[in-house]
């Protein structure tokens, strides 16, 4: 048999905002994801996997549509009078196309956060982990800071308003633990991007107590965020906290090919990043993927 690895064609970019991962950049991504469930493990955060779509209906009631207008990518079906058109070898992009009543995740909370809907999460809270394949339209792409479609890792609180204290603190010092593990030099500072009318009292309050931070590279490019969401979607999803009333949330996030980007913007090329976080290493000391 022969054992020769056969050098892989260049992977090139398909269309605006999209690219495909080769081994190195695969390994660094998976690797990366790896020392991030590191903050679920620490918080004892269970591993879930989200819906892969999200109904309008439910963002409209999370104010999505006043907050994110542009951001939305929904989800579309081929009107039935087109397939045969279509089968026939004509252009999809001429198609028709009918709503689903469906969204594609902008973020990997919402899915969760609306998988919850009307429950109670107890007097101890909850949390939860998972990383969601995310889709965002943007003004513009730029390789691996800014993606039509990336992996969002988030650790995700409800409970407490005292507990999201501690859940955003742990995870603050979780950022800048891992960063200075990698060489990475992060800069803190408050985001503007409110989960709410822009016009309402929140957004108001919002300017005077901001309930967002990002961890940010030399280039401006935020890796990561902390988000108090107060009792903004324990209130608007009927989330209980057993005793305490509306569940009041917080989460961490992490978007994993920003950190493949900072990674490569430190450390010169994606061999040496890769390099870089073997040594790393994983605080248990499990072994991280290669790239072969």
Not at 30 to 46: S, V
Request: aromatic share 6%.
């Amino acid at each position: 048999m022969n054992t020769t690895t056969r050098p892989l064609p260049a992977l090139r970019s398909p269309g605006a905002g999209l690219l495909a991962l080769d081994p190195v950049h695969t390994a660094l991504l998976h690797g990366l994801d790896t020392l991030l469930r590191g903050l679920a493990e620490e918080l004892a955060a269970p591993e879930v996997v989200g819906p892969p779509l999200l109904p309008a209906e439910g963002l409209a009631r999370l104010d999505y549509f006043r907050n994110f207008p542009h951001l939305g990518v929904p989800a579309g079906r081929f009107a039935p009078d087109a397939l045969d058109a279509l089968a026939d070898g004509g252009p999809p992009v001429d198609a028709a196309l009918h709503a689903t009543g469906h969204l594609l995740p902008s973020a990997t909370c919402y899915g969760l956060l609306l998988s919850l809907a009307g429950q109670d999460v107890g007097d101890d809270g909850l949390r939860l982990s998972a990383t969601g394949r995310c889709f965002r339209n943007e003004t513009h792409y730029d390789g691996l800071r800014r993606l039509h479609g990336f992996h969002m890792r988030e650790v995700l609180y409800l409970g407490t308003k005292d507990g999201c204290a501690e859940h955003l603190d742990r995870g603050a010092r979780f950022v800048t633990g891992l960063a200075e593990r990698l060489g990475l030099e992060l800069t803190r500072a408050a985001a503007d991007d409110p989960f709410y009318d822009r016009q309402g009292s929140r957004a108001r309050l919002m300017a005077l107590d901001p309930v967002k931070h990002e961890y940010s590279t030399s280039d401006g490019t935020a890796i990561a965020s902390v988000n108090r969401h107060r009792n903004f979607f324990g209130e608007r999803l009927d989330i209980g906290a057993g005793a305490h009333g509306s569940a009041f949330s917080a989460c961490v996030a992490f978007g994993v090919e920003r950190w493949v980007h900072a990674m490569i913007l430190t450390h010169g090329s994606p061999d040496a990043a890769l390099d870089v976080l073997h040594r790393a290493g994983r605080p248990a000391g499990s072994a991280l993927p290669s790239a072969q």
